[in-house]
Each structure stands twice: as C-alpha cells, then as structure tokens.
C-alpha cells in the first residue's frame, strides 16, 4: 500500500524517501522504588533499545499490552521525559544536536493526541481556550486570530463552534472531548501526530467515528501518523506498517498486513490468538501464553519473552534476539527465525518460510 | 488506512450537554446560593466588616475618650450600650473601632502571605527537582516552629506595632502556605492537560499562568480562608501579650488584656472583645468550610 | 524502612541547623546595636569594647554563630542578662511546669475530640452530627485564651470553686489537691484546640472510611456494632496520631498565651518575660530548646506513621 503523499508541505527537507520520523536505539530506565540510598540500582527497563521510522504520509501501528513501553515512548518522542540514550531523527535533523532542530521546533512539527481521561483538557477553560492555548502561548498568535483558527479546526473535526467553541470540557460526551483533543494536536499544525491509546476509552460507534475522522484529516492535512493503542483490530485497520513491543524492545516489525497474515513472533501470534477472528486462512501453530508475566524490574535474560513462550531454550536465555528480517518490510526478533542461532526450529521455519 | 463503514464524522448530532456554557466557578457559585448557613455566616461577615469600615459613623462615642467616673459601667446603661471599659471609654464604639484593626491585621498578613507563598509554591511544584528541593527545605525551617513562638518571637524581636504584627504574621503563614500550594500544584502538574500544554511548546510562565493556577486557585482560596481565622486569633493574641497593636489603639486583643483586670468587678464586659475575636474567626471558618464543600464537585466522567 | 529512618534522621538534622540559624539570628533582627541591650548608654567606651570581645561580636557574623551553636549542642545555653542565673536550668523547670499543664491537655483534647468526632461521623446527617460538628468547629475558631477568662470568670468569680492563676505549691507534678485545683481551668482552656483538630480530622476520616465497603462487609459477617467501631477507628488512625503528635508539639511551644492568662510559670512566660526584659540569651534559647523539641516530635511521628502504614512515601 504505497502513500499517496504529495510534496506540498514547505517544511519538508528530504523528499518522500526520507523517513519524517527515524528512532535509533532508544533507551529510558526508571528507578524502581526505594532508589535512593540503595545499594543495588534497581531500575525499571521501560523503553530498551527501541528503533523504527516512520515514512511520510503513512500510520505506523505501535502495538502490545500495558507496560510494555509504548506510551513511554511516545513521551520520550516529545522530549516530555529525557531519554537515557538513542537517537531521535524528524526529516533528517537530529533532534537536540546543535545543527538539528531544537526540542521546541520539533514540537511545532510532532504532536500528540491524549488517551481521552477526565484530565485531558484544562477543566477551567472552554474549548475555544483551550485549542487556542498552543497558537496563543507557542507562536504568539494573537487573541483574535488564535480563536478564529480554533473555530476552524472545530468545524473541521466536526463539531459545530457556535455550540461548542465556548463550552467546558465537562460539558461534553467523551466523543466530543476526543474530537477537541485533536483540534489542540492540530492547532500547531504538526506533520506527524502521536496517537497514544487515542480511541481506547471510546465506545465503539464513537470509535468508528473518531477513525475515520482521522483517516479523513491525515488525507486532508498531509499528515503522518503514529498510532500507539493494546486493541489489535484497530491498529490492523488504521496502520500500514506495525511494531509490536514486549517490555521495552520490539519484537516484530513490518508491512501490516504481512504482520497480521503471518504473524512470526511467538508474542505476536498469542496477541493474534486473542482476537477473534473469522479468516479461516490464518492458521498457526503457536502454543498459548505459558508461565507467569515477568518482572518489570528484573526482566529475563537474553530473550524476554522466554518465560512465557512455549518454544524456549537455552539459547534464548543467554543472548537476546536481534531484529532481523525475514522477508520484505517483515523483521522479527526471535532466535526461531534464525538459521544457525542455535535454536533447534531455526531450521524448520526457515525452510518453512522459502 | 482501511475506511470503517460508519456514520459521517461531520454530522453534527452531536449536542453539548446543557443548555448554556457553565464554567466551574459559576457552578460554584451556583451551589454556594444554596448553602444557607454559608450565605448566613457570609451575611455576618459583612456585617461586620461594614461596621468596620463605616465605623466613624456606627460608634455612639469617641473610642479614645474616656472618663474616670463612668469606669466599667455594665451592659445595658442609657447611653454606653455595652457599657465601659476600665478608663470610662464606650466599649461599643471601641469594639468596632477596633474592628478595622483587628480585621486588618487578620487579612492583610494572610493576602500577602499568599501572594508570596503562592507564588514560591507554584514555582516549587511546577520547577525542577532541585528548585522544588530548594524551596522545600527552606519552608520545612520555619515549618519546623510552631506558629504562636515564631509570631511571638519575631514580635519580640523586631517589637510591637501593626506594622510589624502584619510582617511576622506574614512571615508565619508563607510556610504553610507555600506547602499547600505546591501540593496542589504537584498534583495538578500530573495531569494530562498539563503534558499537553508542555508538548506544545508552550513558554514555563504561560503553562503556569494559564493551565496551573486556574486550577490550584480553589484550593489555595479554601485554605487562605481557613487561615485568617487563625490570623485574627493570633494577631489579637499578640496584642493581647503586648506585642502587637500599641495601646490605646482600641484592638480586640488590646481590649482583652486590659479588661483582665475588670473580671471581678464587672465579668461580662470583660468578656465582650473575646466574644467579637469568636465571631468573626467562627465565621471565616465557617465560610472556608463552605467554600470547600462548593468546591467538591464530582464532574461526570 | 531502615533507609528512610537515615533518610528522615539527615532531613531532621539539616532543619535543625536551619532553626538554629534563625534563632541566632533573632538577635540581629533587633534594630540597633546588641549591646545596647546589655548595657545603659552612659556605661564608659572601654566597657563597651571590652564587653564586645567577651561576648565575641567583633568577630564575623559565622564565627559568633559557630561558636554559639557549640555552647548550645554542649548544654550552654547562656546566662540570662536579668537574673545572672544559667538559662539552660531555669529553661528545664519551666518547660518541666510547662508539661504538666500540656501532657493533661493533649490527652483530654485528644479523648473528647476522638469520641465527638467517632459520634458525629456514625450520626452523619442527623443532628447530633451537627451538634458535635460545631462544638469541634468552635474550639478551633476560639481565642483560648478568652476562653480561660471566661472560664475564670465562671469558676473563680462567679462561682468561687477554683483559683483563678497561679500554680501554687513549688511546680512539678502536682502533689496535693490543692495543687491539682489549680490544673483544672488552664488544662481545660488549652485542651480545646486540640479538641477541635482532632474532633474535625476524626470525624472526617472515618466518614471516609465508613464510605468504604468493608464496614458493611464486617456487619454483613456479624460482627456486633462495638467490634465494627473498633476496626473503623483501627483504619482511621494513622492520620489523626500524626496529627495528635504535631498537636502535643503546639502545645508544648505554644502555650504562652494561656499560662500568662493563669499565671502559670511555664517556658511560654519563661519567654514572655524574655521578651519584656530584652533577655536576648533566654529568648535565643527558650526558641531554640522549643522548636527542637517540635521538630523531634515531627520525626517522631514520621517515624511512627511509617511503621503503622506500610505505604511509606520518600
């Protein structure tokens, strides 16, 4: 599914072949609890070594269940915390390097859309207000221009601004607050937006509405996305390529559909099983989910996934799997996928797979 | 990007809930008007504040004017409605004079109070880790003295006078005030909207002006006003030891000291400035109660 | 749980020397000159200059400090400038007098404000909870200190039955009846703010957990009214003893106003003649011994607090 996306944007530095978001092995630990004074550093591995782009004009799906890293990465992104480690690259300019962009211009160009909570949007101020805030507060647009851009943008996520420019965020149903909290994302007129669990807390007809308003916006606006969400069905439907996360690294990337046909990694595919599903094409072989959910603090050796895959061994325990590919746009981190990792079905599914 | 079959996003079936835009404050506004005994004791308090102000005009004789013949004269005698105090003055017109002093040295030291310690306490909790470390310990000092020695030992430092009162009662309540601010700043710094307006960008001063504050102002109003009543009873208190307001300024405190000595002579005179120093420290904390319950809505999700 | 005892010992530690600055400090807020205090204003040049190097004030401001603070953490607390007498002996015997008045009041604020606190939260609604609801109200918006006129008013003068001030007999722990008498209106006059704390804190926190669902669980099991109380109040604790520390605090350090109403000879008029007599020493070290002693209690009751409640945080 190639993007259809037009070089219309004036920001643009490196042309459609130039991934607008490039990350290189980001990493952020947090300290567990107790840390002050310990002896031993007992540290969360929330985000290890994680790396992937996003080319211009395409979603790309982010993937896993909770805590496994995602909406840490999404604020690493942002520079809302500090990533220990890692590179984050938008069109070409490192971010933070003296001769990249700066974390305040990439802001101007990269936003987020909030999960919808009750604390998403300021209870004190009207909708209008709180679209204007960006534009008002980031680029000293003036009151009366700030406003007219605020209704503009509520026309365009469809909710009318004669009723709804000037109420309060209490006053309205959860729809409607997600449909404002992509007015604010867009009020800056970013590039690319973060969707961190964007549609979770909707019911879903609203769902249904709130996608395809952001299928329409990203045609309209040129825009990228990153879509970060646990519910599969809706990232198989928005995205165009997938990164699927466990407990800080990726463990399968790739083109969507290839993911969601053949599915590599033994994560992936006990996600998969999960869903329920109508295609009787998709038929795997994978064993369910065994053992227990590790420790964030102390995760496993080697493999991660090991204590809960049915396919483990030894190998696993002792050396992590890289990202390797095994095909066009289709990369798993699984020693199985190897030939000569030293994993007994490395083998099998190789010859399985030509 | 598959498209999902279903309705238009632009149709706009979508209806805020509610007739008409109603902000938080109206709300509480709004449910304040319904709170009786808050609108009573406010209605007290403004009584009592006009008395104050319009003073020159509510008393029935000069506050400073007394005469040796007509000491402590009892509650009730033609002319000196509540009769007299040890030098012959009007205690009516004393106690409402005094009002204007009392009720200055009770406000004042609270509104400046928070003004700095509102503002140290955002700076606190919206700042980094070291700055919030760094104020923290410095309110953690004068927390560390209970507030009557502080007041008291301050007063007896720098000595007597109003002047000096409002400063050590300022002084005594920037602490107290400063930790409630950055708590409430620290939880209000957690929430989403407040990521958000850091995302976009926007400048620390503007976050902090327009996301932070709004949202920590009611909280920090509940507890200002639980603290004047506190003020008045420890600036009457200083007078009262001779440290705050000089006589023979009629203060409440003042009044107190010096009708001591009439307990045995005439005992329900003496006990009048007391009773006004009750009152109106009643109903500020009344009012605070009220303003809190308003306060406590529980939005619907 | 080791580690947050060092961790609070340190902060502790730092907050005393912070207190310590202030209250040496105290005596450079005074307009003026210190020794002018010290001394009349004819008393001859040779006098004065001698007097400022005994007393150190020509050396540097962190020099006098430094060695202030030693006299103080070895027991010295000076000479009072009035009496001649050691300030740390006199300060021990009244803070001795100022904790018979103040231990008796925080045990009956605490006992009267628990039980109408328990009592309104059980009868929330009805009018009992608003009368005991504003009985709290009221010992917290009194002036205590009218509130013991008052009272003297009404058991010493109208009604003879007790003395209106003094200690009587030779301080310490009361030893007769007579001295007892004397106890009774300022132990009742200072109990009332804590009451008033107390009673609002302990009303409010079992409110709150009576609104959890495990007292209705422990009736639906059987357990009779008596037993569920007591587990509610078992729930409830941890916030009101740390407040009932830091109240016992107040009392300690700020009982001025009552034993000068009473007459009582406790630190709180220790340091109100302090103040009257310009006896800087006695001052400087009344506030310091004082706010030392709140800022134990406060570890105390960190200390405590953490060991009820296993949620520690910091």
């Known amino acids: 599914m190639s993007p259809a996306h037009r070089l219309t944007d004036p920001r643009d530095r490196g042309g459609p072949a130039q991934p607008l978001l490039l990350v290189r092995d980001l990493k952020k630990y947090f300290p567990a609890k107790g840390h002050l004074l310990t002896s031993r550093r007992e540290m969360v591995q929330a985000v290890d070594g994680v790396s992937f782009s996003v080319m211009k004009g395409t979603t790309l799906g982010v993937v896993g269940e909770s805590g496994c890293g995602k909406s840490t990465t999404a604020r690493l992104l942002l520079h809302l915390i500090e990533p220990d480690a890692g590179d984050i690259v938008f069109d070409g300019d490192g971010v933070g390097d003296p001769q990249g962009i700066s974390v305040r211009d990439l802001r101007l160009q990269m936003q987020m859309v909030f999960q919808d909570s009750y604390s998403s949007l300021n209870p004190r101020a009207t909708v209008a207000d709180i679209i204007a805030f960006g534009p008002r507060a980031a680029k000293k647009l003036a009151r009366q221009p700030a406003h007219e851009r605020a209704e503009r943008l509520l026309d365009q996520v469809g909710l009318r601004p004669a009723l709804f420019a000037r109420r309060y965020p209490h006053e309205l149903s959860g729809g409607q607050r997600q449909r404002v909290n992509i007015a604010r994302a867009l009020a800056l007129e970013p590039r690319l937006l973060i969707l961190d669990e964007a549609v979770s807390a909707l019911d879903k007809s609203v769902e249904a509405q709130i996608l395809n308003l952001l299928a329409d916006l990203r045609r309209e606006l040129n825009l990228t996305y990153l879509f970060i969400s646990h519910d599969l069905n809706v990232v198989r439907h928005v995205s165009d390529r997938v990164v699927v996360m466990y407990l800080g690294r990726i463990v399968e990337a790739g083109e969507a559909e290839a993911i969601f046909r053949r599915p590599c990694h033994p994560y992936t595919r006990a996600l998969l099983d999960a869903m329920p599903s109508m295609d009787p094409d998709r038929r795997t072989e994978a064993s369910p989910l065994t053992g227990d959910p590790p420790n964030p603090i102390n995760p496993p050796s080697g493999c991660r996934f090991r204590t809960r895959c049915a396919f483990a061994e030894a190998v696993c325990a002792r050396v992590p799997p890289a990202l390797d590919a095994i095909g066009n746009d289709h990369d798993v981190a699984c020693h199985m996928m190897v030939p000569g990792s030293g994993h007994s079905r490395a083998a099998i599914v190789a010859a399985a797979n030509d | ?301 | 749980m080791a580690r947050f005892i060092l961790l609070r010992l340190l902060h502790t530690v730092l907050i005393l020397f912070g207190v310590s600055i202030v209250a040496f400090s105290l005596i450079h807020m005074i307009p003026g000159n210190p020794l002018d205090i010290l001394l009349p204003p004819e008393a001859p040049k040779e006098v004065v200059e001698r007097l400022k190097v005994e007393f150190g004030f020509d050396k540097p401001l962190y020099v006098q400090y430094l060695a202030w603070l030693g006299r103080v953490l070895s027991g010295n607390l000076g000479t009072s400038v009035f009496t001649g007498l050691r300030v740390t002996g006199e300060l021990l015997n009244a803070l001795g007098n100022t904790f018979v008045l103040a231990v008796p009041a925080a045990l009956l604020g605490f006992s009267l404000g628990t039980t109408l606190g328990t009592l309104a939260a059980f009868n929330h609604g009805r009018a009992l909870d608003k009368v005991f609801s504003v009985i709290t109200i009221l010992g917290l918006s009194m002036p205590h200190y009218w509130l013991g006129i008052a009272l003297v008013v009404v058991f010493a003068v109208i009604w003879p039955v007790l003395p209106a001030a003094g200690m009587g007999g030779t301080g310490g722990f009361p030893t007769s009846w007579d001295e007892l008498r004397c106890l009774i209106l300022p132990v009742v006059t200072l109990s009332m703010i804590p009451m008033g704390v107390i009673g609002r804190l302990v009303r409010s926190t079992v409110l709150e957990v009576i609104s959890q669902e495990f007292p209705m669980a422990l009736e639906a099991k059987g357990l009779r009214r008596r037993r569920v109380v007591f587990h509610v109040l078992k729930n409830a604790a941890p916030p009101a003893l740390a407040i009932m520390g830091l109240q016992l605090g107040y009392l300690v350090g700020g009982s001025i106003l009552v034993e000068t109403v009473f007459n009582w000879p406790g630190s709180g008029q220790f340091m109100n003649l302090a103040i009257f007599r310009r006896d800087i020493p006695v001052l400087q070290g009344t506030v310091v011994v004082l706010a030392s002693f709140f800022v134990l209690i406060n570890l105390l009751v960190d200390v405590m607090q953490a060991l009820i409640d296993p949620r520690m945080r910091r």
């Not at chain 2, 509610?18 to 808050?38: F, H, I, M, N």
């Not at chain 2, 000069?62 to 002319?79: A, C, H, Y």
């Not at chain 2, 955002?122 to 700055?131: M, N, T």
Request: aromatic share 6%.
């Open chain 2, 1 to 301: 990007m598959v498209e999902l079959a279903a309705a238009p996003h632009s149709l706009a079936l979508d209806e805020p809930l509610g007739a008409e835009p109603r902000s938080y404050w109206s709300t509480v506004a709004d449910r304040l008007k319904r709170d009786r005994l808050t609108i009573g004791v406010a209605i007290v308090l403004l009584l009592i504040i006009a008395l104050a102000v319009f003073a020159p005009w509510a008393a029935t004789h000069d506050p400073l004017q007394g005469s040796v013949l007509r000491r402590l004269k009892p509650v009730g005698t033609p002319g000196y409605l509540l009769g007299t105090d040890e030098t012959g003055r009007d205690i009516w017109s004393r106690l409402v004079h005094g009002g204007r002093l009392s009720l200055v040295c009770g406000i004042t030291p609270v509104l400046l109070a928070t003004m700095i310690g509102g503002t140290l306490g955002l700076v606190a909790g919206i700042g980094s880790r070291f700055v919030n470390m760094l104020v923290m310990r410095v309110v953690d000092v004068f927390y560390a003295f209970p507030s009557v020695l502080l007041a008291i030992a301050i007063c007896g430092v720098i000595g007597a006078g109003i002047g000096n009162t409002i400063l050590s009662l300022t002084i005594v309540f920037t602490a107290p005030i400063t930790r409630v601010t950055e708590s409430l700043a620290t939880q209000v710094k957690g929430r989403d909207f407040v990521e958000a307006a850091r995302a976009s960008a926007a400048p620390l001063p503007a976050i902090i002006l327009r996301q932070v504050l709004p949202n920590v102002l009611g909280g920090m109003l509940v507890y200002a006003t639980s603290l004047v009543s506190i003020s008045i009873i420890l600036s009457a208190g200083l007078s009262f030891l001779g440290l705050g307001v000089t006589p023979p300024n009629p203060e409440w405190g003042l009044m107190l000291n010096a009708l001591r000595q009439a307990i045995f002579v005439n005992p329900l005179v003496a006990a009048l400035p007391g009773v006004a120093i009750l009152i109106t420290s009643l109903c500020f904390n009344l009012l605070s109660d009220g303003l809190r319950s308003a306060m406590d809505i529980k939005l619907p999700a």
